[in-house]
């Protein structure tokens, strides 16, 4: 029979604490980093104009990290995000002007909705490979934007949707911006926990098995296209609930504005490869970073040199790829490791 | 009958541009295997260049292109050796490198540009031919003829020449061509440079017919991927083909469906065929591998 | 005595090519059958019709009785169904012990039972403490070994090595025949596909031979290290160094 069913001995399962964090060093980084994440807000949550970027951070980081469950665990760049934020910016807003639903009732549902169009979409792209999937994932995307536009009694067609200021949090209607900022900061919290369990989890490591060789995974077990679908699902979900949250706080949605491969989808994958694609900070990380950044480019070169801003992010994804794939967080890792010198964590 | 024969005739003159456009994406995508997301960016600035000869020049743009294409193909070379050359192993991040590149160029001229359009206006055409009931654009039919004789020149360059036969090798099989003593990062290089450079060509050529805005590139980039899936990867004649079935096929959907919907139409083509026939029509065996699996 | 693999009368057929040619096979609880064979012979595409990789035009692949011809490489795994890839392929970016975990995980659905399990595996391949350690960084023969222990992870009814002893030296295959050793005497069964002659006969009990596509010959170590057929389809195949050692192998006579 098998060797491997003779119970380990303690020495040996002290070993492999050390090597796999352990459930309470994981949720507690994840507590002190949301923690630091609030700091900015709390020091200025009395400035709206700093409120409102501290709000789209959140939101931002919170859909890069989303994106990052396929993208950066999975390594399926998908670059059609943008149909499934639609789905949630689009049916929310549409249900709410029309019937008066809840955002927090819709929300949920419609991210199941959102899971399953995925699904749905995913299940013959899959089989592409790296860039030809990106490609279809793009096309998604453009015929999301087509139809976003076509059908206008859904959609409000190119003139968009506006949704009425009735004020309440039933609403998910606030009148003071820093409410928006801790509603955005709920969702980049909820996000990032997921992808910490998701991190510790089978399903985790089998996207993880599946990212870096698909035979390796498949002989030990892993169905690699049902693997792929679950984390796809995910991070559509969780993905439709950050376009509720856009559709609620904007308030006014239309096809360019949700459909804009740099604005939304492409970026949600940049944040993440700024930040270190495939961790799970790196995609706060790179939100904190560029969206700041971005908007201040935006209000300095807005009327000189329109498109400024787009330029130098492009620039920054092509030096990136070229020279800092791993992002901040797998900068600093190098930088830690280099610092240990010899240290090392193997026992000889 | 009038009618299905007009909308035929827009769709071929239609082919005519999106095979022009797609045929140095075409050979970039067969043989130096990766997405170039930003091609649609080099016929911008084919068109731009174009328009800066004409204006400043006065140059007309059929002649530009001997100035056009092989600044554009010095930038394609430029791009493969300092972009695309140190990811060749790693297709995701050359999404990122290109997709940038795309973003890169495309704000940057708007803010060059500041956002106004160009047009080459009537200069070099709103003549029309006459044929019995038909009328064909007379800059189109151009188009059609210059995609026409690129596509055998190509051919011909392909399969006549050492060079072109280094690329064919290269695209068949890089290990062998390698042992072979064929240098492959140069034969990479090359190609590019020829994608790049009829890139430009397009750019030229299409500058009577478009209004020039920095975002001109996005009206190609996904019917050229349509097209050159469709066609087949490594076959210049493919590319050919491939474009005046997307042109027809737009043409019809747009005239008896909906106009909108031509982003469908291109999408739902790029998927077809990537399930039922992943070789596209006369592509290389072998190279529907791309789409699936790396080549050594 | 318990048949875990039966392959019966399979064959495969690309267009004119029949690379696999009628070939039965049976492997019995706790044997070590080993498959040799010249250049161009169809081992590789034989391992892929036993692995899933592609099906069998004619014939039966069993795993415990159950016919799994149509099934996918990683069903054949849930089944019992370990292997090894001729080229390793470890996962980079984890380290050794997430490796192992990936197969653990198969059995063990929470963290901390798929991390003990592997950290078991780990031990009893003797790389314990290279747990921590990027599968990246990891030396070939280390890499061989992950892999064997990322497989045995599964608790395998079968592990099927593909050429496990590639490019390591003479050293390191002493070692992974000792592993190897230890982990057949605790019951464990192997398919291994080798080019190594000195492994072969280390490490078998039964070896069958195939060329173009067909079973040859199958019987012991010592019986088809000396079989005239044999050694005609090496030397027949401009196999010159193998009927050499073939030649020095079969003088070695009981030398393990």
């Not at chain 2, 996005?218 to 349509?226: R, T």
């Not at chain 3, 984890?94 to 991390?115: C, K, Q, T």
């Not at chain 3, 002893?165 to 992974?176: D, I, K, P, R, T």
Request: charged letters at 15%; proline letters at 4%; hydrophobic letters at 50%.
């Amino acid at each position: 029979m098998n060797s491997t069913n003779k119970p380990p001995r303690e020495a040996v399962k002290a070993g492999a604490h050390d090597v796999i964090p352990s459930a309470r060093s994981a949720w507690g980084k994840y507590a002190a980093g949301m923690a630091l994440a609030l700091l900015p807000f709390a020091l200025l949550f009395d400035d709206p104009h700093w409120v409102n970027i501290i709000a789209v951070t959140y939101l931002m980081g919170g859909l890069a990290a989303a994106w990052n469950i396929i993208g950066g665990f999975g390594g399926q760049f998908s670059l059609g995000h943008g149909v499934f934020f639609g789905i949630g910016a689009y049916t929310t807003a549409s249900l709410f002007i029309r019937f008066g639903w809840s955002p927090w009732l819709t929300m949920v549902p419609i991210a199941a909705l959102a899971a399953g169009v995925a699904m749905l979409i995913s299940w013959p792209t899959f089989r592409l490979r790296g860039p030809f999937f990106a490609i279809a994932t793009l096309a998604f995307n453009e015929v999301a934007f087509v139809l976003a536009n076509h059908m206008e009694s859904l959609t409000g067609g190119p003139r968009g949707l506006m949704i009425p200021f009735k004020a309440g949090i039933a609403n998910m209607i606030f009148s003071q911006r820093w409410q928006y900022a801790i509603l955005m900061f709920c969702f980049v919290a909820l996000v990032i926990g997921v992808s910490v369990w998701l991190r510790r989890s089978r399903l985790g490591y089998y996207l993880l098995a599946v990212r870096e060789d698909e035979d390796a995974a498949r002989a030990a077990g892993i169905d690699v296209l049902g693997t792929k679908l679950r984390g796809m699902a995910l991070s559509a979900g969780l993905t439709s609930i950050g376009g509720t949250l856009f559709a609620m706080y904007l308030r006014y949605i239309d096809p360019p504005t949700i459909f804009t491969l740099s604005d939304i989808g492409v970026k949600f994958a940049l944040l993440s490869l700024i930040g270190g694609i495939g961790t799970v900070a790196g995609p706060l990380l790179g939100a904190a970073l560029i969206i700041p950044f971005e908007n201040w480019l935006r209000a300095e070169f807005a009327n000189s040199l329109p498109g400024v801003s787009l330029a130098i992010l492009g620039l920054l994804m092509v030096l990136a790829a070229l020279f800092m794939k791993r992002g901040i967080v797998g900068a600093i890792e190098s930088l830690f490791k280099r610092l240990q010198g010899s240290k090392s964590k193997d026992r000889p | 009958m009038d009618q299905i024969l007009t909308v035929l005739t827009v769709g071929i003159l239609l082919g005519g541009i999106y095979g022009l456009v797609s045929i140095g994406l075409n050979l970039i995508f067969g043989v130096v295997r990766i997405v170039n997301f930003a091609q649609g960016e080099l016929v911008m600035f084919g068109m731009y260049g174009t328009y800066f000869a004409y204006t400043h020049l006065h140059i007309h743009p059929y002649l530009s292109v001997f100035i056009v294409a092989p600044l554009v193909g010095l930038l394609g070379m430029v791009i493969q050796r300092l972009v695309i050359q140190p990811l060749t192993s790693e297709p995701n991040m050359q999404i990122f490198a290109t997709f940038g590149l795309l973003m890169f160029f495309q704000n940057t001229m708007l803010a060059v540009s500041r956002g106004e359009a160009y047009s080459v206006g009537s200069m070099a055409g709103t003549g029309v031919l006459e044929l019995g009931d038909l009328k064909l654009s007379s800059v189109r039919l151009v188009t059609l003829g210059a995609a026409t004789l690129i596509t055998i020149g190509l051919h011909l360059f392909l399969s006549r020449t050492m060079a072109g036969r280094a690329i064919r090798a290269v695209t068949q099989d890089k290990r062998a061509a390698r042992a072979m003593g064929i240098n492959v990062e140069r034969t990479f290089l090359i190609t590019f440079g020829i994608g790049a450079a009829l890139a430009g060509m397009a750019g030229a050529l299409l500058t009577p017919i478009y209004s020039i805005t920095p975002a001109v590139g996005g009206n190609f980039i996904l019917a050229a991927f349509a097209v050159v899936v469709l066609g087949g990867l490594g076959s210049v004649w493919g590319a050919y083909i491939g474009g005046l079935i997307v042109g027809i096929v737009e043409a019809f959907a747009g005239f008896y469906i909906d106009p909108v919907l031509r982003s469908a139409v291109w999408f739902i083509i790029f998927l077809i065929v990537l399930i039922v026939r992943p070789a596209g029509l006369l592509g290389q065996a072998g190279a529907e591998e791309v789409g699936f699996r790396e080549q050594h | 005595m318990n048949e875990i693999l039966g392959v019966h009368k399979v064959s495969k057929q690309f267009g004119g090519l029949r690379a696999v040619d009628n070939v039965s096979l049976s492997v019995n609880q706790g044997e070590i059958v080993s498959i040799i064979g010249p250049n161009g012979a169809g081992k590789t595409t034989f391992f892929n019709l036993l692995t899933g990789q592609i099906a069998p035009t004619e014939g039966e692949v069993r795993l415990n009785g159950q016919l799994i011809n149509t099934l996918p490489p990683h069903a054949r795994a849930r089944l019992g169904m370990g292997r090894t890839f001729q080229i390793a392929k470890p996962l980079i970016a984890l380290n050794a012990l997430e490796n192992v975990m990936i197969g653990a995980f198969l059995h063990d659905a929470p963290l901390s039972a798929a991390r003990d399990k592997a950290m078991a595996v780990l031990e009893r391949v003797g790389m314990a403490h290279l747990a921590a350690r990027r599968a990246g960084d990891l030396t070939l023969s280390e890499r061989r070994r992950l892999e064997v222990a990322r497989a045995l992870a599964l608790q395998p009814q079968i592990v099927l090595l593909d050429e496990v002893m590639a490019g390591l030296n003479q050293s390191e295959v002493g070692h992974e025949i000792e592993l190897l050793r230890s982990l057949h005497a605790e019951g464990l069964t192997f398919l291994i596909i080798e080019h190594n002659l000195k492994v072969v006969r280390a490490f078998s009990d039964r070896v069958v031979v195939l060329d173009r596509g067909g079973l040859i010959a199958e019987g012991t170590a010592d019986e088809i290290l000396n079989s005239p057929v044999v050694i005609e389809a090496y030397l027949g195949s401009g196999h010159a160094g193998s009927g050499r050692e073939f030649s020095q192998l079969a003088a070695q006579g009981a030398r393990a």
